[in-house]
């Protein structure tokens, strides 16, 4: 089962910022968080990972809680090819189970013109 | 750099059929994960390769199989395909070091069993 819970759906408003929110209350020390991204039918895209301290990169930022149990991507100015569904992944470095990803449903997004 | 490729595309097979489908990795990359995606079902890992040993296996029945070969490419075999097995299946390549692993994934091959 997934280790994270995402809204099913969001809005957005072309140009303004979108926060996507994810909960993953169980997890451990040495688990990453990542975020990926599906536009219809391709493969995921990443998009950005963090342990514990907050993360930036050209596409979005991360923000995660101090206690590590939720975080939120931030796309700062949304546009339409930014329509997708967005899939929050916690999962460990270490061979063994914990390295594969473990997909929830995501928080399919739509940015509105 | 090139991406993950992903050969074929589009496949249509009939219930009974076998069919190989091919992913090679971003240069460099040493693991190579494959994972079945239908709408039912969302995404779900099937196998990881690392240094041409399956490191990992999901929950899925014996006619799904896989190999990787020295260059890191890898192949993923179904036998006696069953029209569930209709579903975009995707390959995703990663350094496999142990602080940054992201797994990049390839656009995927959509089959089709009639």
């Known amino acids: 089962d997934a280790k994270t819970t995402q809204p099913t759906s969001m809005d957005c408003a072309e140009g303004r910022a979108a926060n996507l929110p994810c909960n993953h209350s169980t997890i451990s020390g040495n688990e990453y968080v990542y975020w990926y991204r599906q536009i219809h039918s391709q493969g995921p895209q990443y998009i950005i990972h963090g342990l514990k301290n907050n993360e930036t990169n050209e596409m979005a930022s991360l923000i995660i809680t101090e206690d590590r149990k939720s975080s939120t991507l931030i796309l700062p100015h949304a546009t339409l090819r930014d329509t997708a569904v967005y899939y929050c992944i916690v999962r460990g470095l270490n061979a063994g189970n914990n390295r594969k990803l473990i997909w929830g449903l995501g928080t399919s997004l739509a940015v509105n013109p | 750099k090139a991406g993950v490729t992903q050969t074929p595309r589009y496949l249509i097979k009939t219930r009974g059929q076998q069919v190989t489908l091919s992913c090679s990795p971003i240069?460099?990359?040493?693991?190579v994960s494959w994972y079945q995606q239908t709408p039912g079902q969302g995404l779900q890992f099937l196998f990881e390769y690392f240094s041409e040993t399956q490191r990992n296996k999901g929950n899925f029945p014996g006619r799904f199989s896989g190999r990787q070969f020295s260059n890191s490419r890898s192949e993923m075999n179904v036998s006696t395909l069953e029209l569930g097995d209709s579903a975009l299946y995707l390959c995703a390549s990663s350094l496999a070091n142990s602080d940054t692993d992201t797994q990049y994934f390839g656009p995927g091959t959509r089959l089709t069993v009639l």
């Open positions: 240069s460099g990359h040493r693991s």
